[in-house]
């Protein structure tokens, strides 16, 4: 798996807030209906484009934010997911990482990955969708408050 290069921070659009359930596109359609309770705060880095052609997707830990709201965050590290056979990662971003977020953030996208192969199965969708794991920078790992 190759490494990924880092920002320290990022300009961040909340599309969609923490404890919400709709993931919504840029133009503000629907793009996604959680079976859970989003964990976190989920947005959009300003200036930016992924390989879906959409700009890149941000995950904001911390407390709840306003859908439309934007904040300049600390980059802590990257979610890897594959979604129809596209990279789809997601910018992991707050103030610190703790093990338990980490746990969550991992239980959250192994489900998701489920829904969105679904999803996509009944949109005609195809290559592989999977979540592969969290990558954390060497310099970010600091941040991670690691059990005593």
């Known amino acids: ?3 990924l290069s880092f920002p320290n921070e990022l300009e ?10 709709v993931k ?3 133009d503000g359609r629907v793009d996604f209906v959680s079976p859970l309770p989003c ?7 300003r200036d930016t484009l992924a390989d879906d052609g959409d700009r890149e997707d941000v995950l904001v830990l911390g407390e709840k934010l306003e859908r439309g709201s934007e904040v300049r965050v600390a980059v802590l590290g990257r979610v890897r ?3 129809a056979g596209v990279a789809d990662h997601k910018w992991l971003c707050g103030e610190s990482l703790s ?9 959250f996208f192994r489900l998701y990955a489920r829904a969105k192969r679904l999803l996509n199965a009944l949109r005609g969708a ?3 969708t999977r979540f592969e794991g969290i990558e954390v920078p060497e310099t970010s790992l ?5 059990p005593g």
């Open 1 to 3: 798996m190759a490494s």
């Open 12 to 21: 961040v659009r909340i599309d969609t807030e923490r404890g919400g359930f």
């Open 24 to 26: 919504r596109r840029d």
């Open 39 to 45: 964990p976190f705060n989920y947005g959009s880095a």
């Open 81 to 83: 997911f594959i979604d």
């Open 99 to 107: 093990p338990r977020e980490i746990k969550r953030i991992n239980r």
């Open 126 to 128: 195809h290559g592989p």
């Open 142 to 146: 600091a941040a991670i408050e690691l």
